[in-house]
């Protein structure tokens, strides 16, 4: 029996939807209906009909439609467009019905009435592309109608679009009378806006908690000195309406979108928060957070906290993948800073130093710019910490960084955080402690503050200080590089108060977290001998000689930055182990 041929053709597709369907439905289910029914009966269909459109299919919100000609097709759209637009003159903004059309040329397959492909399927994320009232064309389409139809297009370039293979260039219609807004330059910085989050409870009470989420995040954000911020007075512009992120990030002129919902249920509170990069659509990070309602001020805090610390790492990190496909001789300074960054964080003694020599190279190509000052300033000190580089050598020149990063701009978290850390080489404690605090009064969220006073409070006896900011900073960026150190710190805390296998415990994680770091595999060896497991300890001690041969009582009496009677405890664990 001969298999049936599958029926295929080339049409063009018109995929169409309402703008904002939900939000309209959950206003006013009715009025929706038949306000949308009187569109479609009144102007579309027969607009339709009009240029030898097929409907194939209806959904509640919006509409599949097969042309012969793709010219038709963009005529019907446009007439559609503008018909529409005059409709809602005379409507209230938050009532109007607005649809975003989007059109492609393909091949497509037909069965039962119904088409499939490709071809379909572009016509399909194209439309999402739109703003409310407009209309965006694949290149497939445009090439089809380019000098048949008098309209001018804006170039949108390739777009990515979900679950097809190649990128697609795509092109908004201008309609006539419509002005152009073209897309603001991007700052020369990371720019991100928090759009208005939205209040899914049903109840317009809540829309005081879920603006005020997202004014303190703004707040928040607001004071990481490397980040561009969109003030709260224009990101809250698109409140109660269906933003795309794409025309967000045009119109707004950032790379960055944060969007987010808060949903009410007896006395629980579900927040949940996105980050997407607009400019390509991908989601960058997401997160949902439950909790009680009992002290609203608290949870609000709480929630900013978690945010804003939880963005930070993730831009850095996007921020850093960005940088590594372009050319060295075409980055600014920020984009060489990050680019390091992003090295140096891999906790390799390879990448960290590749990250500090292009530290140099910013430091002399750019002289006034503060962050690649206090970045070197610390990566420098670590590296020593390390055992990667000469020790004393760098402690000095780290010193005379972190100054002069301080001079060029004292309101910098990361200045006062390398300037802690040269106290903490220097043995001045109580100094350090005081830059620390510093960065955290300039940030409050600054994970690396949080995790670097731990490391001052052990150092100065402060045992349950440390073990409170240490946990604080693992809390606040959970995914951190960083928070392998941070364990380190905490696992020293723990070893000063005799606390010896909850201290082995958390060196031990360290280590999973970040093998090869000397201080985790030190700390890990002394507590394994303290608790009494002196063949780990002594095996634990192989791996840290070897991979450090310098390593001996003499060197750590020498670096490891604590008072006399702290380094005697050190010390005491370390010759259990059998260190020399």
């Known amino acids: ?98 649809f975003r059309i989007g059109i492609n040329v393909g091949d497509i397959i037909i069965d039962e009435g119904d088409i499939y492909g490709d071809g379909v399927n572009i016509a399909a994320r194209v439309e999402s592309l739109a703003s409310p009232g407009e209309i965006c064309l694949s290149d497939n389409a445009y090439q089809q109608i380019k000098g048949k139809l008098a309209f001018d297009v804006n170039d949108l370039g390739e777009q990515r679009l979900k679950n097809i293979a190649q990128p697609v260039r795509v092109y908004g219609v201008r309609l006539d009378g419509t002005p152009e807004h073209p897309a603001l330059v991007l700052p020369d910085k990371p720019s991100i806006a928090v759009l208005p989050f939205q209040n899914m409870s049903g109840d317009p009470e809540q829309d005081y908690f879920a603006d005020g989420i997202s004014e303190d995040i703004i707040t928040g954000l607001s004071k990481l000195r490397w980040l561009f911020v969109i003030a709260r007075n224009s990101s809250f512009t698109y409140k109660g309406k269906a933003a795309d992120v794409k025309r967000v990030s045009r119109e707004l002129g950032v790379r960055y979108v944060l969007e987010g919902s808060v949903r009410k249920g007896g006395n629980r509170v579900r927040i949940t928060s996105q980050l997407i990069d607009a400019t390509t659509g991908n989601h960058l990070w997401a997160e949902r957070y439950d909790d009680d309602l009992t002290d609203i001020f608290r949870l609000q805090d709480e929630i900013t906290k978690k945010v804003v610390a939880a963005i930070e790492p993730k831009l850095l990190e996007a921020e850093g993948i960005r940088s590594q496909s372009r050319s060295p001789a075409d980055l600014d300074a920020w984009e060489m800073v990050i680019r390091a960054n992003s090295l140096f964080w891999r906790l390799t003694k390879t990448e960290s130093l ?158 999973q977290q970040r093998f090869g770091l000397p201080n985790g595999h030190r700390i890990y060896a002394a507590s394994l001998a ?24 003499a060197w750590v009496e020498q670096h490891i930055p604590l008072n006399p009677g702290r380094m005697a405890k050190l010390v005491e664990g370390l010759r259990k182990a059998g260190m020399q």
């Open 530 to 553: 303290q608790a009494g497991q002196i063949e780990e300890a002594r095996a634990e001690l192989a791996i840290l000689q070897e991979l450090h041969p310098e390593n001996s009582i």
């Open 1 to 98: 029996m001969a298999e049936a041929r599958v029926e295929r053709r080339l049409a063009a597709i018109l995929a169409a939807d309402v703008a904002g369907y939900s939000r309209l439905m959950g206003t006013d289910e009715e009025a929706t209906l038949t306000a949308l029914k009187a569109c479609r009966r009144e102007l579309i269909d027969p607009k339709i009909a009009e240029y030898r459109g097929r409907i194939v299919k209806t959904t509640g919100d919006g509409a599949l439609v097969e042309f012969p000609s793709a010219v038709d097709a963009v005529r019907c759209a446009i007439e559609i467009q503008r018909a529409m637009a005059a409709r809602n003159t005379s409507i209230p903004e938050d009532r109007r019905i607005e």
């Open 354 to 511: 590749a990250a500090i020599a292009t530290l140099k190279q910013v430091v002399e190509r750019y002289p006034e710019y503060a962050p690649a000052y206090s970045m070197l300033a610390f990566s420098l000190l670590l590296a020593r910490q390390f055992g990667w580089i000469s020790m004393e050598p760098q402690v000095k020149q780290a010193e005379a960084l972190a100054v002069r990063a301080a001079e060029l701009d004292d309101s910098d978290p990361w200045a006062h955080l390398a300037l802690g850390y040269v106290a903490i080489a220097r043995r001045r404690t109580n100094e350090a402690v005081e830059e620390f605090q510093r960065a955290l009064d300039l940030n409050p969220n600054f994970a690396a503050a949080h995790g670097y006073l731990g490391l001052a409070l052990t150092v100065g006896g402060a045992l349950d200080e440390s073990i409170v900011h240490s946990e604080q900073a693992i809390r606040l960026s959970p995914h951190d590089p960083q928070n392998a150190i941070f364990n380190v710190h905490l696992a020293a805390a723990h070893y000063h108060m005799g606390r010896y296998a909850e201290a082995a415990n958390i060196g031990r994680k360290a280590i």
